[in-house]
Structure formats: structure tokens, C-alpha cells
């Protein structure tokens, strides 16, 4: 079939959107220009081998990754500085690169590590390698927020301004079917531009538009990104194709949220699940609000659960997927009376039970431990808490741990309880090493307090403290919560572990204040390491790690052996220590000498300028060369006694 348009853009237009549409399961249309056939018409019969370029090997994108010293890189930000730095963590750090004016908003890595991400006016570039070269570029103006798919194979830009394509002389990667579009989907390897979507931008109570980010939110396996309508519908759409799943959206009267599980999980033969994604939606008229648990592709309901009296509802997967926790804000009949309480659904057991934790405040923060089956709350009962302007004063607080109490027996009924609830508080965040048991709990973007506290959930007690046994026989969970350490970072604004679990970064950003802005290392004990005050500083982000790539096995002989371990990584510690103050010592010795020298040159020139300018210089008499001596006496008491004399 033959088609003709009115002019070559309509052609080029159709050839985009129509070539490779799946009719149906067996069909797939394709489309070709008219130029085409005449262009394949006339290859020539022979072969000619086309010319062998020569190979350029490009470098590592994860070279970080074979320090000898195992350290860990982070970026600085600071006025128009970028820095690239190595952790070395009571000393200074090394900078492994830097570079002025590299970025004109601020920087994000990527999530394993691979790329560094610079904003400019005309898009984003992403750095990396050993020498931090450009490794490819993205043309979207004025871009302003981005988010990548969770093994970096895709990269989502958003704009504030809408697309526009001019109609002559453009050789951009848009077309007339991305005119107005505000967010675009990359492939990161080749740089080829997938998909374009309008921004549906909800108005804020001001009459401004407000974007919540991320827009599309990935699954897992990479496979489905999807995206919601409040009120409406979840799209979900498939990978890399960019088709809508199914061809249409999943219908949802009046959904708020949704948030993908983070793993998949295997079933007992040990295939890979299909992902899953949970969404609640309000109360309307007479119906309850309710969480459905849903299953993609297939879109078929695996769970749900009706709730009353709610006013919000936050959705926290755990890391691993095993458990959901609902964070439902509810109000009392007269709906004067706010609480919370969490509604935690158990994923990987049979029929997926849901377990009711009542707390009866208002809770300002909740997080899993990571890879764990603990979790960690901030609530209060403090009257300044419906304040109309947050951070204006410094709320009372509590902070309560909970776990997963197993009991014994197969019939025992397995509940979440509370290990110990942490009163007079006045912390509102909750930051849990990436490798589990350590949190800090903080006091953010207050006017008057900037608390830190270091806390062990798995903290080795004196036998004493271990063996109190309650009903069932078990040790007291309590026993081995201790507090290690607390602080003070005047001014914080930021905090973040770095991917080892073994430091804490925390920062004082000029984009919230101009207070003594900079950072401090600590390690996970509550030991601050290092400070470093900077003006100007904007931004400071670890670099992430991949996961890593030994086997259970392996992770389990080397915890079995971690204390052989640890000798060697303690002398290897000093001996960094050592290597890095004879460093520091050789390099003031060779600023006094250079000082010296230049001291003897100014000398020696200062006497030949008098001389020539017919001043008499005064000769050195041996009395002015007399060095004047100091005795200097130094008393010290070995031993001392009293006595009586009669």
C-alpha cells in the first residue's frame, strides 16, 4: 500500500510514529519511505567490505571501584567548584578530580556509581571513567530535575518549559510529535531519545503549579515505569518500547499514590516474580479509603484493605520487598483528634496477613532498617505541631524501635513489638545505615537545635544487661539498644550515610542558610573525624557502589572471619595515618626551606639596591653576632609528702 502526503515532514512524521505498531500478537506494521525502495533497489551485487576502524578502548566506567585502599569517593559542590574527592577519613581528602564552572544548578550521581550528571542551560552531561571524561550528553533545555531507571539504563529529564522545535535549519533529537512535551526518556548507552510525555502538573493551593518527583517511577526489573493520574488512573508503560501496557491505563477512581516493590522476590523453583506495585485510594461518598496490592503485567489484585477515618496515607516498602507499611493518618469522629497508626502487610507469607500497630500520635517520620526486619518511628503529641510554619519551633518528640517478635513454635503468631521507646526527644528524622543496625536519629533545618544521636541496635552488653529474659525465654531485645555518642552540627541541613556503613556525612548547605556553612565526617560510633568549613558550599553526595558481586557463601565466611579482618584493616588504617603525616611533614619542611631561600634572595637584593643607591650598608660587628642564650629551667615534681613535725 502506497500512501502520499503533502509535503516530506508528514511522510517523515508518519514513517516515526506508524513503522514497528503491533496490530496484533503475530502482525507488526512496518513503514517505509517511498526514497527507501529506490535506495535498496540500487546496492550493488559485489561486496565491499566497509573500512576497519581502528578500535579505541574507552575506560572503566567503575575504576573507582579497584582502589587498593577500598575508599569511598564523594562530590563536593562549593560556589563554582565541583570536586571529585576520596574519603580519607581523619585527614583531609584527596581530590581525585575537580574542575570549575562544571555544572550551573548542581550535580546527582546515578544510582550504582557509573555516571556523574552536570546541568546545563541546552541539558544534562554524564561524566565518569578514570579521567572523567564527557561520556555523552543529553539536549533538553532548561532541564531541571532527572531521574534514572534503577540499573541505569534509562534516564528520565523534566523542563519547565515545554519543547519547542523550530521549523527551519533544526537538527535537534525532537520532532514535531515532542512540540510542548516537559519530560523525556533517554537511553543512557546510545544516547537515543525514546519517548517524550506532557507534565501533568497539579495546581498548589498558591495557584503555581507543583511537580512531584519522580513523575514515572520504575519497577525493579526495569521492564515497566509507570505514572499516575490523581483521581483517575495509573499508566503503566512498558520498556524500551514506551507502549502503554495492555494499550490503555489501569482505571482507579480517585487513587492518590503508588510505589513499585523494590524486588520482585523468586518463587520456590527459583524463578523471578512479576512485579508488583501498591496504590491507596480516599475515602468518597460511603466507601473506605483502601490499599490494593497489584500485580504487572498481568494487573491482577493480590490484596486489599479497607481503612476508615483517614485523612493520609504514606506507603513504605521494606528494602527487600518482604514487608509493606502504610502510614495512615487518621482523625476521631468529631475530626478534631489527630493520630497514626501503621497497617503493615507481610508480603512473602501466605495470603499476605496485615498487622494493626497502634501509636496514637502523630508520627513525623518512619523507616525500615535496611535488608532488616526493624523499623524505626518518630512520633509526638506536641500542640506546635499543626504550626503553619514548619521548623519556626522545635517540636517534643519520641522515638520508638520495633521488630518482628518470631516467638516459638510453627502455630506461634509472629507480631511487631516495641524494643524501647526513646522519650523528650526533639529529633524529626530517621537515618539508618545502609548496612543496617546503626541509625542516627536528627534534629533537621531547626532554628535552635541540631541534635545527633548514634544509636546500636545489635550493641554487645555485659552479661548481665544480656541475660534479662522475659516471658518466652528470649533475651530482651532492650538489652542491645545503646546510645554510642551525641552530637552537635551547628546548623545542619543535610545528612548522609556513605555506602559502607562506616561514615556519616553531615552538612550545612548555602542554599538553605549562609551560617557557617560546610560538613563533618563522623564515623558510624558518633566519632567526628573530620570539619571542614566552607563558604559557599551548596552540595555534598557519596558516590553509590553497586551491589556487590560475592555469594552468600562468600559474605558468610568473611563475617566469620571478620576479626582476622580488622587487625589487618587497623594497621592498614595507621599505616595511612603514618604515610599521610610524613607527607604533611616533608611538605612544611620544603615550604620553610623555600621560605629560607626567598628570605636570602630578598636580603642579598635589598643590600646590592643600597649599595647602588649609595647608602652605606652597616657591617655586622662580631657583638651583633653574639647569639643571645636562654636558660630555660624546668621544674617537676616527682614525689610529694606531708609530715608533722612535733
Known sequence: MFIEFENAEQANLAVKLIDGFKMDKSHTLAVNRFTDVEKYAAVEEEFHAPAEEEFIEKEHIRSWLADEMGRDQMVVYRHNEVQVLWNMQKEQPQIAHNKSHWTETYVQWSPLGSYLTTFHAQGVALWGGESWKKIIRFVHPGVKLIDYSPNERFLVTWSNEPIVVPEENYDGPFGPEDEGNQIVIWDVKSGALLRSFPSLAPQAPSGRSTVSWPVFKWAPSERYFARVTPGSQISVYEAPSMGLLNKKSIKVEGVVDFEWAPTSGTDKSGKVKDDMLAYWT??????????????????????????????????????????????????????????????????????????????????????????????????????????????????????????????????????????????????NTIFWSPKGRNVVLATLRSQTVWDLEFYDLDFEPLESAAAKVPTGGEKDPAAYLQLLSSGEHYGVTDIEWDPSGRFVVTSASVWRHTMENGYQIWDFKGQMLYKETLEKFKQLVWRPRPKTLLSKDQIKNIRKNLRDYSIRFEEQDMESSSLVSSAERQRRRQLLEEWSNWRQRVEADLVSDRAAAGQQVAAATAEDEEAEVVDEWIEEVIDEKEEIVA
Not at 475530626?335 to 508520627?363: A, G, M, Q
Request: aromatic residues 8%.
Open 282 to 427: 480516599p475515602e468518597v461518598d460511603n466507601q473506605p479509603a483502601r490499599v490494593t496490592l497489584l500485580n504487572i503485567p498481568a494487573q491482577d489484585i493480590i490484596r486489599t484493605k479497607n481503612l476508615f477515618n483517614v485523612n493520609d496515607c504514606k506507603l513504605h516498602w521494606q528494602s527487600q520487598g518482604d514487608f509493606l507499611c502504610v502510614k495512615v493518618d487518621r482523625h476521631a469522629k468529631n475530626k478534631k483528634i489527630t493520630y497514626s497508626n501503621l497497617e503493615i502487610f507481610r508480603v512473602r507469607e501466605k495470603d499476605i496477613p496485615v498487622e494493626v500497630v497502634e501509636v496514637k500520635e502523630s508520627i513525623l517520620a518512619f523507616a525500615w532498617e535496611p535488608k532488616g526486619e526493624r523499623f524505626a518511628v518518630i512520633t509526638t503529641s506536641d500542640p506546635n505541631f499543626t504550626a503553619a510554619v514548619p521548623g519556626s519551633t522545635t517540636l517534643k518528640t519520641s522515638a520508638s524501635f520495633y521488630y518482628l517478635d518470631k516467638g516459638k513454635g510453627k502455630d506461634t503468631l509472629q507480631s511487631f513489638k516495641v524494643i524501647k521507646t526513646l522519650t523528650g526527644k526533639s529529633c
